[in-house]
T-cell receptor, first 113, second 114 residues
Framework: GDSVTQTEGQVALSEEDFLTIHCNYS??????LFWYVQYPGEGPQLLFR?????EKGSSRGFEATYDKGTTSFHLRKASVQESDSAVYYC????????????FGKGTLLTVTP | DPKIIQKPKYLVAVTGSEKILICEQY?????MYWYRQSAKKPLEFMFS???????DNQTASSRFQPQSSKKNHLDLQITALKPDDSATYFC?????????????FGKGTRLTVV
């Protein structure tokens, strides 16, 4: 079945540091890839998505590039802020008529001023 | 204003009892979903409904039964509750169930089974 692997369970950074969260996937066909962000007490919110190889998704300074060759969709941000502290989830949808998202385990990002 | 309303926000239940989790969405969406988030597992897809019809069920247990009385409602009935059912249950919706539209999540109902 489909699966998403996020390498980092927790990341602790200082403001203005560079962020990388690694995401690798395994799926049949040509999945759509997503990054979601979840703040305390809230449900996950879509950050952005990408649907084809080499496509870059981006939002709020975060970006990730769909790489079919390495089956990866790593999240990056050049300069994090304290307000970016949240849990980040990589997810995929294999397509078809039933919209099922498969999520990674999530990465807790803590940014200190 | 929240567009996906889940009730209650917190719920404590006794083992063996039955509870209903309420979900209403005011986004005009035609597809609705339930996901579960427990301490030991990532967010897990449970059900998808499109135009009030069950499209996909990934829940192994028949103790979990979605109920759709209106297009913008998708409640979740859980019977014979077990401590392992303790989790946060998220309702979600999208314009349609094709996979090309954004999925929006509610704030969740945190269920604790004692």
């Amino acid at each position: 079945g489909d699966s998403v692997t996020q390498t980092e369970g927790q990341v602790a950074l200082s403001e203005e540091d560079f962020l990388t969260i690694h995401c690798n996937y395994s799926a049949s066909g040509y999945p759509t890839l997503f990054w979601y962000v979840q703040y305390p007490g809230e449900g996950p919110q879509l950050l952005f998505r990408a649907s084809r190889d080499k496509e870059k998704g981006s939002s709020r300074g975060f970006e990730a590039t769909y790489d079919k060759g390495t089956t990866s969709f790593h999240l990056r941000k050049a300069s994090v802020q304290e307000s970016d502290s949240a849990v980040y989830y990589c997810a995929l949808n294999s397509g078809g008529s039933n919209y099922k998202l498969t999520f990674g385990k999530g990465t807790l990002l803590t940014v200190t001023p | 204003d929240p567009k996906i309303i889940q009730k209650p926000k917190y719920l404590v239940a006794v083992t063996g009892s039955e509870k209903i989790l309420i979900c209403e969405q005011y986004l005009g969406h035609n597809a609705m979903y339930w996901y579960r988030q427990s301490a030991k597992k990532p967010l897990e897809f449970m059900f998808s409904y499109s135009y009030q019809k069950l499209m996909d069920n990934q829940t192994a247990s028949s103790r979990f039964q979605p109920q759709s009385s209106k297009k913008n409602h998708l409640d979740l009935q859980i019977t014979a509750l077990k401590p392992d059912d303790s989790a946060t249950y998220f309702c979600a919706s999208s314009q349609d169930g094709t996979g090309f539209t954004e999925v929006f999540f509610g704030k969740g109902t945190r269920l604790t089974v004692v």
